[in-house]
Nanobody
């Protein structure tokens, strides 16, 4: 079974940047879709963006479009979430998720999840 592990979270001031990493292991061939989601305290898990790993096609939530970029390094079995111009509203636990099919924005479409990494943006 595929396993995911996020890293790179931390505390950053508004306007700063962070890069999150998601290491994929457990399968010879990686998932087709890798998604990023986030969940703030007391709120539901929200879509951030996804990448179709083979083609590199990406899609982002309106709230992060133009500020966040998803990329992948297939040789390293790693997907990245580059976050620039961070805002306090971006504070959340960030999760990466994997799907073996071409999926998109829905939480329920993803098969496996990482344990999350905390991102805190101070004002």
């Amino acid at each position: 079974q595929v396993q995911l592990q996020e890293s790179g979270g931390g505390l950053v001031q508004a306007g700063g940047s962070l890069r999150l990493s998601c290491l994929i292991s457990g399968l010879t061939f990686g998932p087709i879709t890798m998604g990023w989601f986030r969940q703030a305290p007391g709120k539901e898990r929200d879509f951030v963006g996804f990448i179709w790993v083979d083609s590199g096609y990406t899609n982002y939530a309106d709230a992060v479009k133009g500020r966040f970029t998803i990329s992948r390094d297939n040789a390293k079995n790693t997907v990245y979430l580059q976050m620039n111009s961070l805002k306090p509203e971006d504070t959340a636990v960030y999760y990466c998720a994997a799907a073996r099919l071409r999926v998109g924005v829905r939480v329920r479409d993803y098969d496996r999840w990482g344990q999350g990494t905390q991102v805190t943006v101070s004002s």
